[in-house]
């Protein structure tokens, strides 16, 4: 689903990633671990286009996005759900319709989107906010209003960057059982964060990022 | 369909929050385009008012000097014969000169330098309105002209194509005039919408990263920028139709004439003003939205 081949990020002379290749299949939940600044968000950006890599091979879901044209973009995003490290909601919007939006991209029905929007946020556990807006709230209620957001169109990929920094240890626990459901549906997960204990003894994989390489690539 | 709901809503909603800024705007296109049709409008009374005074004008047809009483009578009825003529006058020699001195009042005294009457009697003719084209009048001219005993024709031929040109010249300036206001109300809703562009940019940006195809960010804003031009159109609309009628009602009141001369406002004008305003506007908030790479 994911595969680096060889890649290379650096602003300007700033060197960020150097040489970074993994492969990501169907279904799989992994962590990228690695101090701050070690580039994991970088990493991610790279995936949803956002930015592009200065050497090497990207491919999602069968499609060579190191290549990609502008007007390919969209697609291949709206086959990944972000979970953004900075929430990125509309502030304008209703926190139904931030969760909604993704949905109406496709011109999908109301009443569907309605069934599906409010089944996400009752998982999250912020149906009573339906009609707030995403600034009243508090940080955590807001990161769980973006990760049902990047979940609702049932993505092939989830890209989680600290999607548990604002919870508390209840919360942070139903958000990786909700990441853990979905990726048993067959979305890949892909979890940016730098709090151990979230993956600790799990078993799941993790990359960590170091030294602008994937320094370990193991089983926690 | 759905999408085009979405954007409908999202672009009302926006219309909403940025209320102001579009009520400005809606308020300086509406401006724009009631002074474009009052200008046209203008133009529109002035040529069908040359138009009708044109067909007023009648054929005067001067006679030879001494010709009898006889003959000139002879002439008269040739005229009254003619099935093209509606109306025939006759102005003897001595009704003449008594015109002129009236015209001329206590300077008729010039007159007393001619010996006897230099005037000739003439006859004034109307042409049917219906065969009232230029064209026809210069041949009906020239073909009395060629009749025995008539010494000159005339005819407001002068009057006409100077009048003529005058409208020509305000036509082309309308022209230039309701291209100047395109261009104004397209600067208009493009500035607008550029800096509503740019207040969302950050939630454009976000929409972007979510993947949003191209018309769910475009439609809103090209929708916003319609709405201005429209409503902006409509406002103008009522307006001219208030004052139009206003000015119609109070002139008649004194110049009851006047309903043959103003011609009323054509309905279509009406629909024609917001969606032309709407086009203008859509022309803007597009070159606008084309700053949106993606
Ligand atoms: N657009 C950019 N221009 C220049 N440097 C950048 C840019 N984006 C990221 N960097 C640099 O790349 C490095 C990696 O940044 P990144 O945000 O990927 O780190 P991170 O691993 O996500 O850190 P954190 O855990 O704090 O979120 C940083 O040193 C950052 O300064
Ligand atoms: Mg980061």
Redesign the interface.
């Known amino acids: 689903m994911i595969v680096f081949s060889n890649v290379a990020k650096h602003f300007d002379n700033k060197r960020v990633l150097h040489d970074v290749s993994f492969d990501l299949k169907n279904g799989d939940l992994v962590f990228l671990t690695g101090p701050s600044g070690a580039g994991k968000t970088t990493l991610l950006k790279l995936i949803y286009c956002f930015e592009r890599p200065s050497s090497g091979k990207i491919i999602i879901d069968n499609i060579d996005i190191s290549a990609i044209t502008q007007g390919k973009i969209p697609q291949v995003r709206r086959k990944i759900g972000i979970v953004f490290q900075d929430f990125r909601l509309f502030t304008d919007k209703t926190v139904f319709d931030n969760v909604a939006v993704t949905l109406q991209f496709n011109g999908m029905h109301p009443q569907k989107i309605r069934g599906y929007v409010n089944e996400l946020l009752e998982k999250v556990g912020m149906l009573k906010a339906t009609r707030e807006f995403p600034q009243h709230l508090s940080g955590g209620e807001q990161q769980r209003i973006v990760i049902a957001r990047a979940m609702v169109s049932k993505p092939k990929v989830i890209l989680a960057d600290e999607p548990t920094g604002n919870l508390d240890d209840e919360n942070a626990r139903t958000i990786m059982h909700l990441l853990k459901e979905i990726s048993l549906k067959g979305t890949t997960v892909l979890i940016a964060t730098h709090h151990k204990d979230l993956f600790q003894g799990s078993g799941h994989r993790v990359l960590h990022l170091n030294n602008s390489i994937i320094e370990s690539d193991y089983a926690a | 369909?759905?999408?085009l709901?979405?954007a409908l809503r999202s672009a009302f909603?926006?219309i909403w929050?940025e209320k102001w800024f579009n009520l400005i705007a809606i308020f300086a296109i509406s401006i724009g385009l009631f002074i474009l049709c009052a200008f046209v409008m203008l133009t529109v009374n002035m040529d069908s008012a040359i138009q009708r005074w044109s067909k007023s004008f009648g054929i005067i047809v001067y006679l030879s000097d001494g010709l009898s009483r006889e003959e000139e009578e002879k002439a008269g009825d040739k005229f009254r014969q003619d099935p093209d003529i509606s109306e025939v006058n006759y102005i003897s020699k001595e009704t003449a000169l008594e015109n002129v001195r009236t015209a001329l009042g206590s300077n008729s005294l010039i007159l007393d330098v001619f010996k006897g009457n230099p005037l000739p009697s003439s006859f004034e003719l109307k042409i049917k309105s219906d065969l009232l084209e230029p064209a026809y009048v210069r041949e009906k001219a020239a073909k009395i002209e060629k009749m025995n005993g008539i010494k000159e024709v005339q005819y407001g031929e002068k009057w006409l194509s100077s009048l003529n040109t005058a409208t020509k010249i305000m036509k082309i300036f309308a022209i230039f005039f309701g291209g100047g206001i395109f261009v104004a109300i397209t600067f208009i809703t493009y500035s607008i919408i550029k800096i509503f562009f740019h207040r969302r940019r950050?939630?454009i940006e976000?929409?972007?990263?979510?993947?949003?195809?191209?018309m769910?960010i475009r439609l809103p804003l090209l929708i916003e920028g319609m709405f201005m031009g429209s409503v902006g159109g409509a406002l103008s609309s009522i307006a001219l139709f208030i004052i139009y009628s206003l000015v119609y009602a109070k002139i008649a009141e004194y110049v009851p004439s006047i309903k043959l001369i103003i011609t009323s406002m054509p309905i279509f004008l009406y629909v024609l003003v917001p969606v032309s305003g709407a086009l203008m506007s859509l022309v803007g908030s597009y070159i606008a939205i084309g700053r949106i790479?993606?």
């Open positions: 369909m759905n999408t709901r979405y909603k926006s929050l950050d939630d976000t929409l972007k990263l979510l993947g949003a195809p191209r769910f790479r993606y």
